[in-house]
């Protein structure tokens, strides 16, 4: 993905009507395609297969077989058809995804849903004061870029990509509701301010004076200001409240609004402010550390409803938070680029003392005893969701992009192997792997499930454990592996994926029709059941990037592919237990045989690499 077209221009038509050239190409983006049950239904088969037993199998490719002959399947393409062909419907996906994968899901958001960036260190700015008023500087830079739509659109391989998802990045807010949560957009040109945590309590400033945008050094008085009236004592810790079940926040939050005729509007504050930044009192040193400070932090001192949080610890390191409901992070990885792309090429601006700027506002929400006991059980409960996971990170330096590529083999697909051989390394069985792929080629254009497990998958990781096995053998084994995967990965990128259709198609089920039996067959929930969930998001600025695992019994893998290095990160519960079978530190197991696998491939395809010849 870049922000750049091919040289010859993209296909898509420009629209002269646009807003502004951030969304010249967006009402001409094709519409997400349906595919056809006879293109679908034997890639579903496909994929399954190496999954299940012979007799599992066939009991799946019945179900299949019934879908077609009883006309279920067809009435069900039809009923999914219509809704694509609707054209007040610009996705026929987007409302069904973003209430089922998202808004409806009442775990908390943090932990299961929202992800971070975990930056390098700024060597020229140790202060938090004057690093978080560079990274603010910058961000406010990339919001006035998405406002005013002059932000430069995406594309891939020369064709534009949607850019609806930027409008929610900043001054939005998940607001907990019964069922499912809702998202609120407020003005982004009234709602000037940001809003700083600090010591668990919540300070708004005001990012524009007299019409003026302050300048680096004026922002860094603010946040010193911020920083010197938190003092040393904690807050309430507000915040643990976001951080909880969305049920119990829904009627916590109502609780909280109840409490005092103020408080709604200080909420509101919160929730209509363009960012975030919070200013933690830690000093992460190690990667581990640091990661898990991004993550999740001690949950008091954040607002995880926002979308966006820059974090600053009170070393000068710093980070980034999303909360993943309204975006998917190739946008919030962007803005994250830009900001540390921005700051690095920044001179270093002296603290500004404009004793004229107003003192930042604390907001003051008034808690009786009741809310205190509310926010103390809130925080137990994150403190035990988090005592129970593990994070850890494998940053390999052997080689990177630059040596993968000298193999002949897509970066990505060689990362994807690593993490299957790895995963066979400590199982001895491959089990359902999730990949995202991006379809944002499609008006309002989200993701696809790439399954990375195949038949040659499979073998690739068996031959490369079996000590008879030849390196040519081993060669070849990953090549047909990876050609399979990348093949697979196109075409979830084209929308032409198993899961996201057969998503539809169930929910074209009626209230009373009875289910399916491919829908009803255990091999459907089990092939989705993502023991290992993976996404690649990569930058040269970042030192981490991660998320939690979608089940109790897998991992979440995130990596990265730099140019001389791999990033990944590995997280899953401390007590990992998988079809019966305890894996005490589990999640540091799997880590080392991540390291193992990389070591073992990379020494694999070196000796495939045809000499250079001589001048």
């Known amino acids: 993905m870049t922000a750049a077209a091919s040289k010859s221009g993209p296909k898509t038509p420009v629209d002269p009507d646009a807003p502004g050239p951030m969304l010249r190409y967006q009402r001409n983006l094709p519409r997400l395609p349906v595919p056809s049950l006879q293109e679908t239904l034997p890639k579903y088969l496909m994929t399954v297969k190496p999954l299940l037993s012979e007799a599992e199998y066939k009991r799946t490719e019945a179900a299949v077989k019934e879908f077609v002959s009883s006309g279920v399947g067809a009435e069900l393409q039809r009923r999914l058809e219509n809704k694509a062909a609707d054209p007040s419907v610009l996705n026929w996906m987007d409302d069904w995804w973003l209430n089922d994968a998202y808004l409806a899901y009442r775990d908390p958001v943090v932990v299961y849903v929202s992800y971070f960036y975990l930056y390098k260190n700024d060597i020229q700015r140790k202060l938090p004061a004057k690093r978080a008023a560079a990274i603010t500087t910058a961000a406010l830079e990339f919001k006035k870029q998405v406002i005013e739509n002059t932000l430069v659109p995406e594309f891939a391989k020369g064709e534009p990509m949607c850019m609806d998802r930027y409008k929610y990045m900043f001054n939005n807010c998940r607001m907990p509701a019964a069922e499912a949560d809702v998202n609120a957009m407020f003005d982004p040109f009234k709602n000037t301010h940001i809003i700083a945590i600090r010591k668990n309590k919540f300070y708004v400033i005001d990012t524009v004076q007299n019409g003026r945008q302050l300048t680096t050094g004026e922002l860094e008085y ?4 911020v920083i ?3 003092g040393y004592n904690k807050g309430v810790g507000l915040g643990a409240l976001t951080a909880d079940n969305r049920d119990l926040w829904t009627e916590n939050r109502k609780a909280l609004v109840a409490a005092h005729p103020e408080n709604k509007a200080l909420l509101e504050k919160i929730e209509s402010a363009s960012f975030v930044v919070c200013l933690d009192d830690s000093s992460p040193v190690a990667r581990d ?18 979308p966006c949080q820059f974090i600053v610890f009170e070393n000068g390191r710093a980070g980034f938070m999303g909360e993943h409901s309204m975006m998917d992070g190739t946008a919030t990885c962007r803005l994250n680029e830009f900001v540390c792309d921005s700051v690095a090429k920044a001179p270093v601006e002296d603290i500004q003392c404009n004793t004229i700027l107003p003192v930042p506002e604390e907001l003051q929400f008034h808690v009786t005893s009741e809310i205190n006991d509310i926010v103390q059980a809130a925080g137990a409960r994150f403190d035990d969701l988090i005592s129970r996971h593990e994070l850890t990170v494998l940053a390999f330096q052997g080689f990177g992009k630059n040596q993968v590529k000298k193999f002949k083999t897509s970066p990505d697909g060689f990362a994807q192997m690593v993490i299957q051989l790895g995963y066979y390394k400590m199982f001895g069985v491959n089990r359902p792997t999730y990949e995202s792929a991006q379809t944002r080629k499609f008006q309002l254009g989200r993701t696809e499930t790439s399954r990375t497990v195949s038949e040659d998958s499979i073998a690739f990781c068996k031959t490369m454990e079996d000590p008879k096995a030849s390196t040519e053998e081993k060669v070849a084994a990953y090549r047909k592996a990876v050609k399979t995967q990348g093949a697979y990965m196109a075409m979830c990128v084209n929308a032409r994926g198993v899961d996201r259709h057969l998503f539809g198609l169930k929910h074209c089920i009626k209230a009373g029709e009875p289910m399916p039996a491919i829908f009803a067959d255990p091999a459907y929930a ?3 059941h993502w023991y290992l969930s993976t996404s ?6 970042f030192d981490g990037y991660g998320w939690g695992q979608v089940t109790n019994d897998g991992f979440g893998v995130a990596y990265m592919i730099k140019n001389n290095a791999f990033s990944f990160n590995v997280a899953s519960v401390k007590d990992l237990e998988v079809h019966g079978k305890k894996f005490y530190n589990g999640t540091h197991q799997f880590k080392q045989c991540l390291e193992d696998a990389i070591n073992d491939l990379g020494e694999v395809l070196k000796t495939d690499i045809k000499p250079q010849a001589k001048l």
Request: glycine share 6%; hydrophobic share 20%; aromatic share 18%.
């Open 536 to 541: 690649q998001l990569s930058s040269e600025y």
């Open 526 to 528: 089990y092939s989705s």
């Open 222 to 225: 603010q946040f010193q200001r």
């Open 228 to 230: 010197d009236a938190a």
């Open 289 to 306: 550390e640091s990661c898990r400070a991004c993550w999740h932090g001690d949950g008091r001192n954040r607002f995880y409803d926002k």
